[in-house]
């Protein structure tokens, strides 16, 4: 990976260096310059996904939804009748 000039062998180096020289965690360097629209949001939920590390990025799924795609059905039908009786 290369950063300010410089080329790192790995991810995990590179994320060394953001801590040791710009005082900013793995994932405060992620969300400023990696991060792509709609990252880390649940696609069945919209709540926040867990960042993982710079090579592996944000979970697809919330810890509440999962990422189990034989419940995604399943669990959007819940989320959907939620949605409906919060509107009534």
């Given at each position: 990976?290369?950063?300010?000039?410089?080329?790192?062998?790995?991810?995990?180096?590179?994320?060394?260096h953001f801590i040791a020289t710009h005082h900013l965690t793995s994932?405060?360097?992620f969300d400023r310059y990696l991060k792509k629209p709609g990252e880390g949001i649940c696609p069945?939920?919209?709540?926040e996904t867990s960042y993982r590390n710079m090579t592996l990025?944000?979970?697809k799924y919330c810890n509440n939804?999962?990422?189990?795609k034989a419940n995604t059905e399943?669990?959007?039908h819940i989320h959907q009748t939620r949605r409906a009786n919060n509107n009534r």
């Amino acid at each position: 990976m290369k950063s300010v000039g410089r080329l790192f062998p790995s991810a995990q180096s590179l994320a060394n260096h953001f801590i040791a020289t710009h005082h900013l965690t793995s994932k405060e360097y992620f969300d400023r310059y990696l991060k792509k629209p709609g990252e880390g949001i649940c696609p069945i939920c919209g709540c926040e996904t867990s960042y993982r590390n710079m090579t592996l990025r944000y979970r697809k799924y919330c810890n509440n939804c999962g990422s189990s795609k034989a419940n995604t059905e399943r669990l959007e039908h819940i989320h959907q009748t939620r949605r409906a009786n919060n509107n009534r």
